[in-house]
């Protein structure tokens, strides 16, 4: 059965690390278009769990399906045409601009050493103006700070043209301003997205559903309303929190007791 672009499916995926098991038998779905946000304490397995999704962490059991493909049986050329990732810590090391690493993103759709087209440069020149980096974009990539290297990240992710993005803590290092419009800018743009995320509220406020992991295991997944109760918040995070309604949104809103 021909399945709609964009759909993700987490079937049983295990991985383990130095005899260690880091995710244990995790199962989710994410629907075309929807926004997923992955939630847990450090060390939950969430940055673990996302790599076995864009090809780092080969599961020792388990599927990662990609528009109903086993990711893992495709080449990696397939998989980067269609998934997408911001990473928390990328190198900075090297003699790049920011240009250059927005650019990085059509290589997933091009021959080695294909000259950029016109189509190309269309979309690198508006990612940079959408993630309001124009000023930046002579600059090599190594002198930006990390909320900056975090916006040239996405835009380079948005040329890549994905159909699921994979976000790993994409608000870290970035001010409140930036943080909102960073996740009101994924939220609108109408592909997949699968985000692990450390704010509880702003994960209640920008997810369709959430999906909790603690030691490795999936102990929660639905909409915020129903994921972060006081009892769970306590349980997972060790956190006592007095659960609220947004004032605006009527979004659940946590605060701490």
């Given amino acids: 059965m021909s399945l709609p672009p964009g759909r993700l499916a987490l079937e049983g995926v295990s991985f383990a690390a130095g005899g260690r098991a880091l995710v244990q038998d995790a199962s989710l779905e994410v629907a075309p278009g929807e926004m997923v946000g992955l939630l847990g304490s450090n060390g939950a397995g969430k940055s673990t769990l ?3 999704i864009y090809r780092i962490n080969r ?3 388990g599927r990662v399906l990609v528009d109903g493909e086993d990711a893992w049986s495709q080449s990696a050329a397939w998989v980067a045409q269609r998934v997408g990732a911001v990473l ?4 900075a090391d090297f003699p790049l601009t920011v240009e ?3 650019a990085m993103g059509r290589s997933a759709h091009k021959r080695l050493l294909e000259p950029d087209s016109t189509h190309d440069h269309a979309l690198i020149d508006a990612a940079i103006a959408l993630l309001e980096l124009e000023s930046f974009r002579a600059r090599p990539f190594r002198t ?3 909320g900056e290297r975090q916006r040239v ?3 380079r992710a948005m040329v890549q043209q994905p159909r699921i993005l994979v976000l790993d803590e994409p608000t870290n290092h970035l001010d409140i301003r930036y943080q909102l419009s960073l996740l009101r800018f994924v939220r609108e743009i109408g592909v997949t997205i699968i985000a692990a995320l450390h704010d509880l509220n702003l994960a209640a406020m920008f997810c369709d559903r959430l999906c909790v992991l603690d030691g490795g295991r999936v102990v929660a997944t639905g909409r915020p309303d129903d994921v972060l109760t006081a009892e769970r918040v306590s349980e997972v995070w060790g956190a006592e929190m007095i659960v609220q309604r947004h004032p605006t949104s ?3 809103w946590l605060l701490p007791a």
């Fill in 50 to 52: 996302l790599r076995t």
């Fill in 59 to 61: 599961p020792i059991a």
């Fill in 88 to 91: 928390q810590d990328m190198p």
């Fill in 100 to 102: 250059e690493v927005v």
């Fill in 144 to 146: 930006l700070s990390g």
């Fill in 153 to 155: 990240l996405l835009a």
């Fill in 250 to 252: 009527g979004k659940v």
